[in-house]
Protein backbone atom coordinates (compact mmCIF):
# COMPACT_ATOMS: atom_id res chain seq x y z
CA UNK A 1 0.00 0.00 0.00
CA UNK A 2 1.39 3.63 -1.00
CA UNK A 3 1.54 6.31 1.46
CA UNK A 4 1.29 9.81 1.10
CA UNK A 5 2.18 12.08 3.60
CA UNK A 6 -0.25 15.41 3.37
CA UNK A 7 -0.62 17.97 6.11
CA UNK A 8 -3.18 20.67 6.30
CA UNK A 9 -2.13 24.42 6.85
CA UNK A 10 -1.97 24.07 11.00
CA UNK A 11 0.54 21.98 10.51
CA UNK A 12 -0.98 18.97 11.92
CA UNK A 13 -0.83 15.66 10.48
CA UNK A 14 -3.98 13.09 11.53
CA UNK A 15 -4.93 15.43 14.26
CA UNK A 16 -1.78 15.73 15.79
CA UNK A 17 0.04 18.76 16.06
CA UNK A 18 4.00 18.75 15.79
CA UNK A 19 6.44 21.68 15.59
CA UNK A 20 8.85 21.22 12.40
CA UNK A 21 12.23 21.73 13.68
CA UNK A 22 13.87 22.60 10.47
CA UNK A 23 16.67 25.61 10.27
CA UNK A 24 15.78 28.48 7.69
CA UNK A 25 19.04 27.90 5.88
CA UNK A 26 17.83 24.05 5.60
CA UNK A 27 14.26 25.01 4.02
CA UNK A 28 16.17 28.16 2.17
CA UNK A 29 17.81 24.78 0.67
CA UNK A 30 14.84 23.30 -0.37
CA UNK A 31 12.19 23.01 -2.49
CA UNK A 32 10.67 22.29 1.25
CA UNK A 33 6.41 23.93 1.27
CA UNK A 34 3.60 22.27 2.71
CA UNK A 35 2.61 19.91 1.24
CA UNK A 36 6.13 18.92 0.36
CA UNK A 37 6.12 19.39 -3.38
CA UNK A 38 10.18 17.86 -2.95
CA UNK A 39 9.66 15.00 -1.44
CA UNK A 40 10.73 11.83 -3.19
CA UNK A 41 9.48 9.29 -0.33
CA UNK A 42 7.53 6.71 -2.83
CA UNK A 43 10.61 5.95 -4.87
CA UNK A 44 12.70 5.24 -1.44
CA UNK A 45 10.40 3.26 0.61
CA UNK A 46 8.84 1.64 -1.86
CA UNK A 47 5.19 1.56 0.16
CA UNK A 48 6.39 0.38 2.95
CA UNK A 49 4.37 2.26 5.70
CA UNK A 50 6.68 1.75 8.57
CA UNK A 51 9.97 3.04 6.81
CA UNK A 52 8.33 6.05 5.22
CA UNK A 53 7.09 7.70 8.64
CA UNK A 54 10.57 6.33 9.92
CA UNK A 55 12.12 8.72 7.20
CA UNK A 56 9.37 11.32 7.98
CA UNK A 57 10.62 11.60 11.87
CA UNK A 58 14.14 11.42 11.08
CA UNK A 59 13.76 14.60 8.90
CA UNK A 60 11.38 16.48 11.41
CA UNK A 61 14.08 15.52 14.46
CA UNK A 62 16.68 16.86 12.34
CA UNK A 63 18.70 13.70 12.17
CA UNK A 64 18.17 12.73 8.30
CA UNK A 65 22.22 12.41 7.29
CA UNK A 66 23.11 15.34 4.59
CA UNK A 67 23.60 12.47 2.09
CA UNK A 68 20.20 10.81 2.47
CA UNK A 69 18.39 14.71 2.17
CA UNK A 70 20.86 14.49 -1.40
CA UNK A 71 18.52 11.18 -2.64
CA UNK A 72 14.97 12.49 -1.43
CA UNK A 73 15.09 15.84 -2.12
CA UNK A 74 14.89 18.41 -4.96
CA UNK A 75 17.72 20.89 -4.10
CA UNK A 76 17.75 24.57 -5.67
CA UNK A 77 21.29 24.36 -6.21
CA UNK A 78 23.44 27.39 -7.26
CA UNK A 79 22.52 28.55 -10.80
CA UNK A 80 23.94 31.92 -11.03
CA UNK A 81 27.17 32.59 -12.93
CA UNK A 82 29.27 35.63 -13.70
CA UNK A 83 31.46 33.73 -15.97
CA UNK A 84 30.78 35.92 -19.36
CA UNK A 85 31.22 32.52 -21.88
CA UNK A 86 27.91 31.69 -19.79
CA UNK A 87 26.34 34.75 -20.84
CA UNK A 88 22.61 34.06 -22.54
CA UNK A 89 23.39 30.63 -23.21
CA UNK A 90 22.69 29.21 -19.71
CA UNK A 91 20.03 27.57 -19.30
CA UNK A 92 19.04 27.85 -15.40
CA UNK A 93 16.08 25.62 -14.85
CA UNK A 94 17.03 22.59 -17.04
CA UNK A 95 20.57 22.72 -15.53
CA UNK A 96 19.06 22.32 -11.60
CA UNK A 97 17.06 19.58 -13.04
CA UNK A 98 20.12 18.08 -14.53
CA UNK A 99 22.38 18.61 -11.29
CA UNK A 100 19.78 16.90 -9.07
CA UNK A 101 19.64 13.96 -11.21
CA UNK A 102 23.27 14.11 -11.56
CA UNK A 103 23.52 14.07 -7.79
CA UNK A 104 21.32 11.30 -6.69
CA UNK A 105 22.74 9.16 -8.93
CA UNK A 106 26.12 9.91 -7.59
CA UNK A 107 25.00 9.71 -4.26
CA UNK A 108 23.03 6.23 -5.06
CA UNK A 109 25.55 4.78 -6.43
CA UNK A 110 29.01 5.79 -5.33
CA UNK A 111 31.36 3.88 -7.01
CA UNK A 112 34.93 4.35 -8.57
CA UNK A 113 35.64 3.85 -12.39
CA UNK A 114 31.94 3.82 -13.75
CA UNK A 115 31.91 8.15 -14.51
CA UNK A 116 30.85 7.52 -18.07
CA UNK A 117 27.87 5.04 -17.49
CA UNK A 118 26.42 7.21 -14.33
CA UNK A 119 26.53 10.71 -15.45
CA UNK A 120 25.39 9.84 -19.35
CA UNK A 121 22.84 8.11 -17.86
CA UNK A 122 22.05 11.60 -15.71
CA UNK A 123 22.09 13.63 -18.49
CA UNK A 124 20.04 11.06 -20.88
CA UNK A 125 17.12 11.28 -17.79
CA UNK A 126 17.27 15.52 -18.89
CA UNK A 127 14.86 14.48 -22.08
CA UNK A 128 17.70 16.37 -23.90
CA UNK A 129 19.29 13.64 -25.44
CA UNK A 130 16.18 11.14 -26.15
CA UNK A 131 17.95 8.40 -24.60
CA UNK A 132 20.76 7.85 -26.89
CA UNK A 133 23.84 8.64 -25.23
CA UNK A 134 25.85 5.31 -24.82
CA UNK A 135 29.65 5.16 -24.81
CA UNK A 136 32.39 3.42 -23.45
CA UNK A 137 34.57 5.67 -22.54
CA UNK A 138 33.94 8.95 -20.77
CA UNK A 139 35.82 11.48 -22.99
CA UNK A 140 33.63 10.26 -26.19
CA UNK A 141 30.70 11.77 -24.70
CA UNK A 142 32.63 14.83 -26.61
CA UNK A 143 31.57 14.61 -29.52
CA UNK A 144 28.11 13.77 -28.83
CA UNK A 145 27.34 16.52 -26.66
CA UNK A 146 29.06 18.48 -29.44
CA UNK A 147 26.96 17.86 -31.89
CA UNK A 148 23.49 17.89 -30.14
CA UNK A 149 21.55 21.27 -29.97
CA UNK A 150 20.49 21.23 -26.66
CA UNK A 151 24.06 21.65 -25.17
CA UNK A 152 26.23 24.34 -25.92
CA UNK A 153 29.95 23.98 -26.10
CA UNK A 154 31.81 26.94 -23.61
CA UNK A 155 35.56 28.83 -23.47
CA UNK A 156 36.06 28.25 -19.86
CA UNK A 157 39.45 28.19 -18.04
CA UNK A 158 40.82 25.32 -15.36
CA UNK A 159 40.80 28.27 -12.88
CA UNK A 160 37.33 29.00 -13.35
CA UNK A 161 35.70 25.38 -13.56
CA UNK A 162 35.42 25.41 -9.89
CA UNK A 163 33.12 28.63 -10.32
CA UNK A 164 30.38 27.04 -13.15
CA UNK A 165 27.11 26.89 -11.72
CA UNK A 166 25.03 23.83 -11.69
CA UNK A 167 24.37 21.59 -14.32
CA UNK A 168 27.61 21.96 -16.37
CA UNK A 169 29.10 19.01 -18.00
CA UNK A 170 32.86 18.75 -18.17
CA UNK A 171 34.10 15.78 -20.28
CA UNK A 172 38.50 15.39 -20.36
CA UNK A 173 40.58 13.46 -22.27
CA UNK A 174 42.69 10.60 -21.12
CA UNK A 175 44.78 11.94 -18.16
CA UNK A 176 47.37 11.02 -16.22
CA UNK A 177 46.75 11.33 -12.28
CA UNK A 178 48.79 13.12 -9.40
CA UNK A 179 49.81 9.40 -8.25
CA UNK A 180 50.85 8.92 -11.79
CA UNK A 181 47.95 6.58 -13.16
CA UNK A 182 46.83 6.58 -16.28
CA UNK A 183 42.88 7.44 -16.87
CA UNK A 184 42.33 6.02 -21.06
CA UNK A 185 38.68 6.52 -20.24
CA UNK A 186 39.06 10.17 -19.50
CA UNK A 187 36.47 11.86 -17.28
CA UNK A 188 32.85 13.14 -17.16
CA UNK A 189 30.97 14.81 -14.64
CA UNK A 190 28.29 17.36 -13.94
CA UNK A 191 28.97 20.42 -11.92
CA UNK A 192 27.17 21.20 -8.72
CA UNK A 193 27.62 24.61 -8.85
CA UNK A 194 29.44 24.93 -5.46
CA UNK A 195 33.15 23.63 -6.48
CA UNK A 196 32.00 19.95 -6.42
CA UNK A 197 31.10 17.68 -9.51
CA UNK A 198 28.79 14.36 -9.73
CA UNK A 199 29.74 11.71 -11.68
CA UNK A 200 29.19 8.30 -10.27
CA UNK A 201 30.15 9.49 -6.79
CA UNK A 202 30.33 13.41 -5.59
CA UNK A 203 34.05 14.80 -5.14
CA UNK A 204 35.68 18.15 -5.91
CA UNK A 205 36.03 19.53 -9.09
CA UNK A 206 38.02 17.70 -11.03
CA UNK A 207 41.24 19.83 -13.14
CA UNK A 208 43.07 16.82 -14.99
CA UNK A 209 46.50 17.77 -17.07
CA UNK A 210 44.18 16.68 -20.13
CA UNK A 211 42.13 18.74 -22.81
CA UNK A 212 38.57 19.09 -21.72
CA UNK A 213 35.43 20.63 -23.42
CA UNK A 214 32.65 22.59 -21.22
CA UNK A 215 28.88 21.97 -22.38
CA UNK A 216 26.43 24.24 -20.54
CA UNK A 217 22.07 22.36 -21.36
CA UNK A 218 20.75 25.36 -23.49
CA UNK A 219 17.27 23.18 -23.26
CA UNK A 220 16.24 23.86 -26.59
CA UNK A 221 13.90 20.95 -26.77
CA UNK A 222 13.60 20.41 -22.91
CA UNK A 223 10.37 21.04 -20.90
CA UNK A 224 11.58 21.94 -17.84
Keep these: MGFDVSMNTNNSIYGTRFSPLMSNSFQDNLNFSLPFPGMDFGSYMNGDFMSTMNLFNMLMMGSMPKSLQGQIFTENFNTKT ?12 ISNKLANIAEKNALRTNTRGRCAAIATDS ?14 SAYQTDSILENNKNFKEVSVSKSDLKNLPAGCVVVWQPFTDSHNRFHEHGHIAVTLGNGKEASDHVQNQLVANS ?14
Excluded: C, E, H
Design 82 to 93: NLPALKNVYNPN
Design 123 to 136: INKTDLTNGRIRVG
Design 211 to 224: RYSVFVPIGINSKA
